[in-house]
């Protein structure tokens, strides 16, 4: 039989796997990122009277005005960038499907895209699908820095897009000044666009900035912003993100977006658009998710893993040198089963399987979830 696909060397997502394992085995999932605790009531209920109010039928392609009127106010008051709700910001199923058509939108087939490594997984497939390669470039434990040079030397004249995530998943870094500043320089007078995954913009932690490439109009005019409503409302599963780029890129992105889904769910988008009304009600995110870093980092100072630095996302990384000697996903697979927590294992984010002895744990979780996860850490 003729071969069918079109990624075979793909398989199926860290994130399902480690999930399906903790639910076979009843272990504390702390590896998919998603928070056990629910949203706010007063969000649950804008979207019940969205629907009662009748808003059940498409939504307008790029989304509703609304929120897009809404988002547009908040990226310029907390970056000072303008963009026009007309034809610069496409609502999107998730900071997934925005990355998906920004990719499908600008790479073709030949084009080079730059990734760091370790690397949120979904970048990859959407290049390779495009007929793109991808150009990586590992970044090593314990800082993860990035380093500029060598970048320098990855670009070629078939250089299309650099993907930057900050802060980052699964590292929890985030860019500097410094980086914007090499960047800024790497990509002047080059013919290089960016796709910046910002779905963690308000997880930022110890008074730093979120250096979105809202901010620098060399960067900004090169880039498709993409954030997530299910990271800043604690909603993973209503899918709901956007995408901000200038008009012309725009144009492209919402050429795929319509045939890919066309528009996404109207009674959310009605809620958030009155919701994002209330500023406290992103901007305390980064306090909240603070205190429960220092609460779980805390708890894991307890264990005998060493924990890796921390400054956004809702991820702690440790390394378990002094534990054991296994491969990271025998030793992720191992402790779910036998002690009942479920992490992520980081080489899962490294095209070549690199392994620096690193587990990913969410910390998006109540209180009591966090206590019970250290207590069996500690048993290791
Ligand atoms: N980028 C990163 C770095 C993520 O961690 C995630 C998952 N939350 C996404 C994109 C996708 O976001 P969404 O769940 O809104 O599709
Ligand atoms: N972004 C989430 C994480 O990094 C998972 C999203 C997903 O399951 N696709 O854990």
Redesign the pocket.
């Known amino acids: 039989m003729m071969s069918l696909s079109k990624l075979p060397h793909t398989g199926t997502t860290i994130f399902s796997v480690m999930s399906a394992l903790a639910n076979e085995v009843g272990a504390i999932n702390l590896s998919q990122?998603f928070p056990d605790y629910d949203c706010a009531p007063q969000l649950i209920d804008l979207v019940t009277q969205a629907m009662k109010d009748g808003h059940n039928q498409y939504a307008p392609m790029p989304g509703l005005l609304p929120l897009r009127e809404q988002i547009a106010y908040k990226t310029e008051k907390l970056h000072g960038a303008v963009y026009n709700p007309d034809t610069e910001i496409t609502i999107t199923?998730?900071?997934?499907?925005?990355?998906f058509t920004a990719i499908c939108a600008a790479i073709h087939p030949n084009d080079e895209v730059i990734v760091f490594e370790p690397a949120?997984d979904?970048y990859a497939p959407a290049i390779k699908l495009m007929g793109g390669t991808v150009k990586s470039m590992e970044l090593e434990p314990p800082d993860y820095r990035i380093n500029w040079e060598m970048v320098k030397r990855l670009i070629s004249n078939r250089t299309r897009m650099i993907i930057l995530?900050s802060p980052?998943?699964p590292t929890s870094t985030i860019l500097h000044e410094e980086d914007i500043k090499e960047l800024e320089a790497l990509v002047k007078n080059r013919d290089i666009l960016i796709l910046s995954?910002e779905?963690?913009e308000h997880l930022i932690f110890d008074g730093q900035t979120h250096h979105s490439m809202a901010r620098y109009p060399e960067l900004q005019q090169r880039s498709f912003i993409?954030s997530?409503?299910?990271?800043l409302f604690h909603t993973?599963g209503w899918?709901?993100?956007y995408c901000l780029a200038p008009a012309a890129m725009t144009a492209e992105f919402r050429k795929i977006h319509q045939y890919m889904v066309f528009s996404v769910n109207t009674p959310m988008q009605v809620a958030i658009a009155q919701y994002l009304k209330n500023e406290e009600s992103y901007l305390g995110l980064a306090e909240l998710f603070q205190q429960k870093r220092d609460y779980f980092r805390k708890g894991l100072a307890q264990t005998r893993f060493e924990l890796l630095p921390c400054s956004g996302?809702y991820f702690q990384s440790v390394q378990y040198n002094g534990i054991s000697d296994e491969k990271d996903t025998d030793f992720a697979m191992r402790i779910t089963k036998e002690f009942g927590v479920a992490s992520i294992p980081v080489s899962a984010f490294y095209s070549k399987g690199t392994d620096h002895h690193v587990l990913r744990f969410c910390f998006a979780k109540k209180q009591e979830t966090l206590d019970k996860a250290v207590e069996r850490l500690i048993k290791l």
């Open positions: 990122g199923a998730g900071g997934t499907q925005a990355i949120y979904c995530n980052h998943n995954d779905v963690y993409v997530s409503f299910g990271k993973t899918k709901l993100g996302s």
